[in-house]
């Protein structure tokens, strides 16, 4: 809608790619990362845009640092052997795998202070679908890309999804796999963010390299893309299927007006269509996750394959021209 100044603070503020809005107490809370000084910066806003408390957090070694994660109290901050290189910045994509740097997890009060580390095996945090508080321990579900990850070939990596329940008593973390089918772009009922939830979505898509057309050579044969539906407590998946060539982006949940339960709305995303070299808005009932969509919008024109999607609720009468 518009530039903002983040209130005209003095201080200069960077902002990693994605921010975090926890709709309980209406902070929208960012990271990021300092790589001359090796510090990440937590920065925490207030509804009117305002900066209201930063953090610096040390953390050595320039990590990549793409997402991070709330709870209720606190701030999970994750720490991967995907490092900025500097001799990588002619390339212009200046990051590499570097196997002697060790992937943690961090824990840090919302308030700031320090950062209990806990390590985990190798491997980067793609994105959060969200993380919450049970008792004594945090539970974060994320998408995991493997070690070796390669930010030059996203296509070869194989992401899934995986629980990390930190014991914050006994210091430990454990690190569970929740669906091994390849998977990106998680995403939760956005009124759940910071607290527990059942439901996770994520697009079940190769990243970056979809096949776009049954001429395309790569060898796939039995891929198909689909938005995946997650129920959490009973430990089941529904996947609504397109097919090898129906590159499906970020499955979005928008709740009904009034919604009676956490999965009472719909999962929007762009479906390219290899036939009509376009995409398709393709809406799922969330409650009816692999019948026919509510709707599928013909959309004259392609949108790039595999990238990030929100959806913005408003009046259509007081829309910005
Ligand atoms: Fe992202």
Redesign the pocket.
């Known amino acids: 809608m518009g530039p903002c100044d983040l209130g005209a603070t003095p201080e200069g503020y960077s902002a990693n790619?994605?921010s975090v809005f926890d709709p309980h107490t209406r902070e929208l809370h960012s990271l990021a990362f300092l790589y001359d000084s090796q510090h990440a910066q937590h920065i925490v806003m207030n509804e009117s845009g305002t900066v209201v408390r930063t953090t610096l957090v040390h953390v050595p070694g320039n990590p990549y640092m793409?997402?991070f994660a709330l709870t209720e109290h606190y701030v999970i901050l994750f720490d991967a052997p995907v490092v900025f290189s500097a001799v990588q910045l002619p390339t212009g994509v200046p990051f590499v795998w570097d196997e002697s740097h060790q992937a943690r997890v961090g824990v840090m009060s919302r308030m700031g202070g320090d950062v209990r580390w806990f390590e985990v095996a190798p491997s980067l945090v793609g994105?959060t679908l969200n993380a919450y508080e049970d008792g004594t321990d945090v539970v974060i579900d994320i998408v995991r890309h493997p070690a070796g990850f390669n930010i030059r070939d996203f296509g070869a990596s194989r992401p899934t999804l995986d629980r990390w329940r930190v014991d914050l008593v006994a210091g430990k973390v454990r690190e569970d796999r929740l669906d091994e089918r390849i998977q990106e772009f998680p995403r939760v009922n956005s009124r759940c963010v910071a607290r527990p939830h059942q439901y996770g979505y994520a697009a079940a898509v190769e990243l970056y390299a979809p096949p776009t057309g049954p001429e395309d050579p790569r060898p796939n044969e039995g891929f198909s893309s689909a938005l995946l539906k997650h129920d959490l407590v009973r430990g089941t998946t529904e996947a609504h299927e397109f097919g090898r060539f129906g590159a499906v982006s970020e499955g979005v949940f928008v709740p009904t007006e009034s919604p009676v339960a956490e999965d009472d709305g719909y999962v929007m995303a762009y479906v390219h269509d290899a036939e009509r070299g376009a995409a398709d808005l393709v809406i799922l009932s969330a409650q009816d996750f692999t019948g026919e969509p509510v709707a599928r919008v013909h959309l004259p024109v392609r949108i790039p394959l595999g990238l990030?999607g929100n959806w913005i609720p408003g009046d259509p009468s007081s829309a910005h021209p």
Request: aromatic content about 0%.
């Open positions: 790619a994605h793409h997402d994105h990030h």
